[in-house]
């Protein structure tokens, strides 16, 4: 099964700030890259797919990039409401949807 | 409006079988591109894919859990049902179904029950 691994588990910006996570595969995965963000107890939301659109109704301060086995999603200024936890999902190896391990990002 | 609902048993033991309901609304299995899964997060811990179901009845499931996972569906009924047999207290999770649109083969995950939590105890 290809692993995602996600930096950093943890993250503490203010707002305002550039916010970058990355999620690295274990093998190539072209472009076939998901973006969760899910808050405390609530379901994740899709954010981002094939690496790099944006889901409909998502804020363009969200953004992906990427391809092959190295992906960074960033959120260019920080608004209290993004306090969440963002997760990187693959489908290259369909349909085994394997997720990242969470980057739990709060406000400084 | 596309809405998702899990239901079933908030407590099972370990050795028994949990069976899991997702009712929606708001969109049909029967449609080209339509598929239901089932994900599930362990307190405090990480997402983890189980199964799906596809509109033409295509099945699949988890490489580590498919010996105890089934998932079927009632079209008629706008359900999705998933068994997991054998269950035991890692198994405790919030359960949550998805609706997944097939898009030019790529899965967007893109309406979601709120889960269903289930704990594993004896």
């Known amino acids: 099964d290809i692993q995602m691994t996600q930096s950093p588990p943890s993250l503490s910006a203010s707002v305002g700030d550039r916010v970058t996570i990355t999620c690295q595969a274990s093998?190539?995965?072209?472009?076939?890259l998901n973006w969760f963000q899910q808050k405390p107890g609530k379901a994740p939301k899709l954010l981002i797919y094939d690496a790099s659109n944006l889901q409909t109704g998502v804020p363009s301060r969200f953004s992906g990039s990427g391809s092959g086995t190295h992906f960074t999603f960033t959120i260019s200024s920080l608004q209290p409401e993004d306090i969440a936890t963002y997760y990187c999902q693959q489908y290259d190896d369909r349909p085994m949807y394997t997720f990242g391990q969470g980057t739990k990002l709060e406000i400084k | 409006q596309v809405t998702l609902r899990e239901s079933g048993p908030a407590l099972v033991k370990p050795t028994q079988t949990l069976t899991l309901t997702c009712t929606f609304s708001g969109f049909s299995l029967n449609t080209f591109g339509m598929c239901v899964s089932w994900i599930r997060q362990p307190p405090g811990k990480a997402l983890e894919w189980l199964a799906r179901?596809?509109?033409?009845?295509?099945?699949y499931y988890s490489t580590s859990l498919k010996t105890r996972l089934t998932i079927s569906k009632v079209t008629s009924e706008n359900k999705v049902v998933l068994k997991m047999t054998n269950m035991d207290p890692v198994d405790t999770a919030t359960y949550f179904c998805?609706?997944?649109?097939?898009?030019?083969?790529?899965?967007?995950?893109?309406?979601w029950g709120q889960g269903a939590l289930v704990t594993v105890s004896s």
């Open positions: 093998q190539d995965i072209v472009n076939y």
């Open positions: 179901i596809d509109w033409d009845d295509d099945t």
């Open positions: 998805a609706r997944v649109q097939m898009v030019a083969g790529s899965p967007l995950f893109d309406s």
